[in-house]
């Protein structure tokens, strides 16, 4: 027998992955300092994330904490100089570290967080899990990683042999022509969960949550 689950999609606006949930018939709600951009407030919770996920009231979590000052394609605000860390970076990604420990460590039995490579100098723990978007039927690369606990790794559903990259890299993506085939994308959008990766997300671990 199925049991009854709620599950929290925290820092997500879009509620791609909350909407991907909600058609397998688990009780998701996403959550974020913003209103909805999904169109269905009704499952959207606007506010702290962390309030939530110390509420009791979950039995997993799929969060998408913010990684701006975390992630390795900072390097060069991190790093503005050869050698020299920007200490005033550096408060900055570890503000967002402790934000993602602080959800890591949440009293909720099933969790997943997902960010792109960080900085080592950010020191996150060793992922579970990398991903591609083209693992899972989009025809683009944006290595993502999962921080998994009681869920098990994704397994890919459809693996496409031909992509591009999805954004421009930061070093040297403009000089290789990559800047026209993305210039459309928002910082917004980019940060948006890919629909096969949340379907994915909501059909493998529908067992483990409700079972």
Not at 126 to 153: D, M, N, V
Request: aromatic share 10%; with cysteine; charged share 20%.
């Amino acid at each position: 027998m199925k049991k009854s689950v709620r599950v929290l999609i925290a820092c997500e606006k879009s509620q791609v992955v909350c909407k991907a949930l909600r058609l397998k018939g688990i009780e998701a709600y996403s959550c974020d300092i913003q209103e909805c951009a999904g169109g269905k407030p009704e499952w959207h919770i606007v506010g702290d994330a962390l309030v939530e996920a110390y509420s009791g009231k979950y039995t997993a979590m799929i969060a998408h904490p913010p990684c701006t000052y975390m992630s390795r394609a900072g390097a060069r605000w991190m790093y503005p100089t050869t050698g020299n860390i920007s200490q005033d970076r550096l408060v900055l990604a570890m503000n967002a570290k402790d934000f993602f420990m602080q959800l890591m460590n949440a009293p909720i039995p099933l969790i997943a967080i997902e960010n792109p490579t960080p900085l080592k100098v950010v020191g996150l723990p060793e992922f579970t899990q990398a991903i591609q978007p083209y693992h899972f039927g989009h025809p683009y690369s944006k290595r993502t990683l999962l921080w998994l606990k009681g869920l098990p790794k994704l397994e890919y559903t459809n693996v496409v042999s031909e992509y591009v990259p999805y954004l421009p890299s930061n070093t040297g993506g403009a000089k290789r022509g990559q800047k026209f085939r993305y210039a459309n994308i928002t910082q917004e959008q980019a940060s948006n969960t890919f629909q096969g990766v949340a379907d994915a997300m909501a059909a493998q671990w529908f067992e483990t949550m409700t079972n």
